[in-house]
């Protein structure tokens, strides 16, 4: 019972925490400037951890699948299987969860250790709305750069499907290319890119909260990281999860 | 000498006439955290220019009573003005007018890790969007420092200070923005003796130059004795006891006198 107290009351917690997002942390004076370097770092720093990580993925997809579609004589579909499958599911979910472990982490852990040493205090003396600054900065800045991170981590998984294709095979950059978009259709990528948008305000709403609310010392930052990363990877799964409920509506995929 | 009892005793007409503004009032101040009663009836008047330090076990509400001066904590009930302005009840903009005149000096100095010294004492300026040149913000800083003794330290990160330079950098942050009133809590905690004093005289030089009024949240009795002109004992949320440090010393009281075992 305690649990389920416990669960409901910090769910109540986190949507007033979203609520004052947009009641507080939208309105202007903006903080430009904070909101390009924390995209810098969150979306620039993040780029070769999910360019790697989209190339591998493609990658190993490919060399997955072939067997399968050669055993059907269906290996002229690979590229398109795969573009599909990259754009629809693997490149934002891939994208949102190396997301969630990073940037979340490094804002539940920063701003809970920023929160322990009194800095959010200090800031808030020195006339600065620490909730504006702090939190607002990262949350729009998590919401703008996933969705761009997510489209390059599709170029990059494509690419490496592309490559793994040429192990076996020899298929030309236009033609594998020509495969994969004439498959695709904005059904695929409209509901894709938007979603992605949900998952970066998810990352950074999750970790701003447990890191705006962090306490009992060390400890505490410690476990405010944790949960940051456990509780946006779930969210990341359940709002794709509505995510594709919704594209079913409006695209009959 | 109890200067509360003299404040009370004056008719308010005379009050108005022979007395400068309060540099802080607090008045009935109360504050509670679920059941437990911090602050119940909370009393303290601190004139211009004077040095109060504020003395209590851990626990007793001495840090919740600055950061309810300076606006962090919201009280349940009473008044708190800062040179006449009520600051309980004041918006966002109004507190941040009456905080640029508010320095606070945090047990951790909650220095700014990411930041180097010098962008850790331009950050109050450039958020109050003063109008200043490079070259004036330049001089600031070199002041700020100087004056806390450690002017070539400016590119440094927090992270590569000592203990008791952090403490300074701390102190510098706060004059830059030239405080009337400057808030300590626990100023020498986890400082050895000779940097604790170098800190207490410090806190003198600083009250000399600027001419501040203070507020000294400490146990240490040695840094409270440099440096406070009155101590006003806390004790079960109350104003409990008022004095020099040489008449606290010679009470009787036994929560008084276990300070100074």
Not at chain 1, 167 to 185: A, E, G, H, M, R
Not at chain 1, 216 to 223: D, E, M, N, P, S
Request: with cysteine; proline share 4%.
């Amino acid at each position: 019972m305690s649990k389920l107290y416990q669960f409901l009351h910090e769910t109540t917690d986190v949507s007033r925490f979203a609520v004052r997002f947009f009641s507080d942390g939208l309105k202007p004076p903006y903080e430009t400037e904070e909101i390009i370097r924390q995209s810098y770092v969150i979306g620039y720093k993040s780029l070769p951890l999910v360019g790697i990580t989209s190339f591998i993925m493609g990658l190993v997809l490919t060399i997955q699948s072939r067997p399968t579609l050669v055993e059907f004589g269906a290996e002229s579909w690979l590229p398109s299987m795969v573009g599909i499958s990259i754009i629809r599911e693997i490149g934002p979910v891939i994208t949102a969860l190396i997301c969630a472990g990073k940037i979340g982490s490094s804002i539940g852990a920063e701003l809970g250790s920023m929160k322990v040493t009194e800095q959010i205090d200090a800031m808030e003396v020195s006339g600065t709305n620490p909730f504006k600054f702090l939190v607002a900065t990262r949350i729009i800045a998590t919401t703008l750069m996933l969705p761009i991170l997510a489209i390059m981590s599709d170029a990059i998984g494509i690419y490496g499907s592309y490559l793994a294709v040429n192990i076996k095979d020899t298929v030309s950059f236009p033609l594998f290319y020509s495969q994969v978009f004439n498959s695709l259709s904005f059904g695929d990528i409209i509901p894709s890119v938007a979603k992605t948008f949900f998952f970066g305000f998810a990352i950074g709403l999750i970790g701003c909260y447990k890191g705006y609310h962090s306490d009992k010392g060390t400890q505490g930052v410690g476990r405010s990281a944790n949960s940051a990363v456990v509780i946006s990877s779930l969210l990341v799964f359940i709002l794709d999860l509505i995510a594709v409920q919704i594209a079913d509506l409006f695209y009959e995929l | 000498m109890n200067y509360k009892a003299i404040d009370m005793a004056l008719p308010t007409q005379e009050k108005t006439m022979n007395h400068r503004v309060p540099a802080v009032e607090i008045v009935d101040l109360k504050k509670s955290f679920e059941d437990n009663h911090v602050l119940k009836n909370f009393n303290l008047t601190i004139q211009p220019h004077e040095n109060v330090a504020v003395l209590g076990k851990s626990g007793s509400g001495k840090s919740v009573l600055i950061k309810c001066i300076v606006g962090l904590i919201k009280p349940d009930a009473g008044q708190i003005r800062v040179f006449g302005q009520d600051v309980v009840h004041l918006e966002r903009q109004e507190l941040d007018e009456v905080r640029s005149r508010i320095g606070f000096l945090f047990q951790s100095n909650a220095l700014y890790d990411s930041l180097t010294v010098r962008e850790n004492l331009e950050f109050p300026m450039r958020r109050l969007r003063l109008k200043k040149s490079k070259e004036q913000v330049d001089q600031m800083v070199y002041e700020a420092l100087s004056n806390v003794g450690l002017p070539n330290v400016q590119d440094l990160m927090p992270s590569s200070l000592s203990g008791g330079m952090k403490k300074r950098i701390g102190l510098a942050r706060t004059l830059i923005m030239e405080p009337r009133i400057i808030l300590y809590d626990e100023p020498t905690t986890g400082l050895d003796p000779i940097t604790s004093k170098e800190i207490a005289n410090l806190m003198n030089d600083v009250h000399q130059k600027y001419n501040t009024s203070s507020i000294i949240i400490s146990h240490d009795m040695s840094c409270i004795k440099r440096t406070a002109q009155r101590i006003v004992v806390l004790n079960d949320g109350i104003d409990y006891l008022e004095g020099n440090y040489e008449e606290l010393k010679g009470s009787k009281d036994k929560i008084v006198r276990a300070f100074f075992l």
